[in-house]
């Protein structure tokens, strides 16, 4: 049985975090104040995701570990 792919999947949603983060940055650094809170909740959210996973990935580990 194949391990399901858990880092790939947690390090594509941290680095999506990241790129959202720093849109947010560069978002309120130009002026658009109206979009800021919405791509900050979404960075936040990818974030949230990519740790969720890796304690899914350690919660498969421990059950599955023979």
């Known amino acids: ?9 947690s390090t594509a949603l ?6 959202l983060g720093l ?3 560069q978002l309120d650094a130009d ?3 109206q979009y800021v809170e919405s791509v900050a909740t ?5 974030w949230t995701t990519a740790c969720l996973t890796l ?3 350690v919660r ?5 570990s023979d």
């Open 55 to 57: 304690v899914s990935w």
């Open 60 to 64: 498969y580990r421990q059950t599955n």
């Open 1 to 9: 049985m194949t391990q399901p792919p858990f880092a790939a999947l």
């Open 42 to 46: 979404a960075s936040v959210v990818m």
């Open 23 to 25: 849109l947010t940055v």
């Open 31 to 33: 002026g658009y104040g």
């Open 14 to 19: 941290a680095g999506l975090g990241t790129a």
